[in-house]
């Protein structure tokens, strides 16, 4: 630890360091991916009971109107496909702010934050491991909603992973900075009630926006200004073979907002982290 | 690049000689009174031709030189130059043509005339009127059977398939049919004749040589009215082994199994889907969207929709140059 500590002092940690450190929390996140069934069922369940159940009954209400990335006409399915990835992204950020609290609660934050790197880089690489997790389960439900007669072009499933990236990490930087506020497990319900479904309802992931500006020009507004809306897009676009370079601009800057109120937040000396142990003012 | 440059003067001429290559299909606009161009390469229009009042059917002469389209307002059908893309002559059909047929050699033009209960026989080389064919009440949908001997005329309200001898010009045998026939066509062995009714929404198969309808293909959309379900224009594979229905308000296209009759799936399309072309490749098949104004590009072996373009003022008829 002492040579550790004498090369930081000179120059910093060394790549394999690095890796190791990623590598660590990567596989602490699949393993608790992995002996977790229920939570990748019922990841893969909520998009598809809204696919199978929701879409079904709105296949003939949706107005007929041809907005890019489509050239043609299409079912409802289609078009809440890639909201529904977004959905699942948007609970595996929330989902990670969940272990993030519940990790503080239990200790075991706190030997992640005991670690020598930045502490910054500890937290990009639990959102990289989030992302990583969210990643499995888009490509799962894709892979089912193939037999359900969505099947955008073959390319697309490998120009959406870019957007994929970007849209988990924003969701996922989005859920670290919402957990730092979150002092108690069963605060979660708040987290669902103010943050996922006011993002997931305001957006264009069930609707075109053309359509809610005709129903309410007010909630339009409020659909352009949710950054879940550009996630929704751009995975939208991206699945296409196509950008879109607002959505990717806003998520873009989203990441780093969110990411940096983050490290703010976790910082020890200044965030929500020092106001005590285990579960904050508890 | 070259080749985009070259189809610009000699595009009929390269789409027959390459048949991967650019097609160029003409679309009659009901409401436009327009002829919109659309090329298969760019799938883009790329000119937009002023014709007569109501352009519906509409076709290639068999040579591929010439486009023929029944301006029904107008009572005649109109001719367009290929080369020149612009209305080059007329055709003396009766009052009101619609939809009309040509013999397998190009020759003889035999036209619905839906206001006078006619079909207008026509000589093609001489663009002269050779006589009228008395038929039911508001004739439409026109066929001729693979051997050149039978033309099939179907009457919109008498709701009959016409079996028309094609030497003595006399009708042979009357099918009935669904309520509203408005279409045939024969299947390229001869075999069966496919008629479409749009009141009654269904297609009737007929035997040609006993006259009688030996089957019904039905329609059946989850969450759709019946009468919704219109069935219109068919495409069929030159194989005969598929069919491609129009079903008009429905919006859709049904894929039809040409052997056991049973649709396979069904291909969401614009609004009010009326009829359609194939590429002579059968790669593609092109169908017009009367309300929405556009036609929709169908990749026949994956049977996808791939593409849908606006063209003008409800769209109504298409034809591509033959092979």
Redesign the interface.
């Known amino acids: 630890m002492s040579s550790l500590t004498a090369r930081q002092n000179q120059s910093g940690f060394s790549l394999p360091e690095y890796l190791t450190c990623l590598n660590g929390i990567v596989w602490r996140e699949a393993l608790r991916f992995l002996h977790q069934r229920e939570r990748f069922v019922s990841a893969l369940v909520r998009p598809l009971v809204w696919l199978f159940i929701f879409a079904a009954g709105f ?2 209400v949706l107005g ?1 109107s ?1 907005i890019p990335p489509y ?5 409802y399915e289609v078009y809440i496909a890639p909201g529904l990835m977004a959905m699942i992204q948007l609970f595996n950020g929330m989902q990670s702010s969940l272990s993030m609290v519940y990790d503080r609660e239990m200790g075991n934050m706190r030997t992640l934050l005991v670690s020598p790197l930045p502490r910054w880089y500890l937290l990009f690489c639990k959102l990289l491991a989030g992302t990583a997790v969210s990643l499995l389960q888009v490509y799962a439900f894709l892979l089912i909603a193939w037999f359900w007669d969505i ?1 955008p072009p073959p390319i697309g499933y490998l120009t959406v992973l870019p957007g994929l990236i970007l849209s988990g990490l924003m969701l996922g930087a989005l859920g670290m900075l919402i957990s730092s506020g979150i002092k108690q497990l069963e605060n979660f319900a708040g987290v669902m009630n103010f943050v996922i479904f006011p993002m997931f309802f305001a957006s264009s992931a069930l609707y075109p926006l053309w359509r809610v500006q005709e129903g309410s020009p007010m909630l339009y507004y409020v659909c352009l200004f949710n950054p879940f809306t550009h996630a929704v897009e751009l995975i939208r676009f991206a699945l296409y073979g196509q950008i879109n370079w607002l959505s990717l601009a806003v998520v873009a800057s989203c990441t780093a907002a969110f990411m940096i109120g983050a490290i703010y937040a976790y910082d020890p000396s200044r965030g929500l982290i020092r106001r005590g142990p285990a579960g904050g003012e508890a | 690049m070259w080749r985009r440059y070259l189809l610009a003067g000699t595009a009929l001429w390269l789409a027959a000689a390459t048949p991967a290559s650019a097609f160029i299909a003409y679309v009659s606009n009901e409401k436009g009174n327009t002829v919109s161009v659309i090329d298969t390469d760019k799938w883009a229009v790329t000119n937009t031709i002023k014709v007569g009042q109501r352009p519906r059917g509409i076709e290639f002469t068999r040579d591929g030189k010439f486009v023929m389209v029944a301006v029904g307002d107008d009572d005649t059908i109109q001719v367009i130059d290929a080369r020149t893309q612009q209305v080059v002559d007329t055709l003396p059909s009766g009052p009101d043509p619609e939809l009309f047929t040509q013999d397998a050699q190009g020759k003889l033009l035999y036209v619905a005339n839906e206001n006078d209960n006619t079909v207008t026989i026509i000589d093609l080389e001489k663009r002269a009127r050779l006589g009228d064919i008395q038929v039911g009440v508001e004739p439409e949908g026109m066929a001729i059977s693979p051997d050149g001997k039978i033309l099939i005329n179907t009457s919109e309200t008498t709701n009959m398939a016409h079996f028309i001898d094609t030497t003595t010009h006399q009708i042979v045998a009357n099918v009935l049919v669904d309520a509203r026939p408005r279409f045939a066509e024969f299947k390229r062995d001869g075999s069966e004749l496919w008629v479409s009714s749009e009141i009654g929404g269904t297609v009737s198969i007929i035997d040609p040589a006993k006259h009688a309808v030996t089957g019904k293909v039905t329609f059946e959309i989850p969450g759709l009215r019946r009468e919704a379900i219109q069935p219109v224009g068919i495409g069929m594979t030159k194989d005969g082994k598929t069919a491609f229905v129009a079903l008009g308000p429905a919006n859709r296209i049904a894929v039809v199994d040409a052997a056991s009759h049973k649709v396979t799936k069904y291909l969401l399309v614009g609004q009010r889907v009326w009829h359609m072309a194939f590429t002579p490749d059968e790669k593609y098949l092109l169908v017009t969207n009367g309300v929405s104004n556009d036609v929709s590009v169908i990749d026949v072996p994956a049977q996808k929709v791939i593409k849908t373009i606006q063209v003008g003022e409800l769209p109504w008829g298409i034809t591509m140059v033959p092979q």
Do not use: D, F
């Open positions: 296949r003939q007929i041809i050239e043609t006409y299409i079912p099947a």
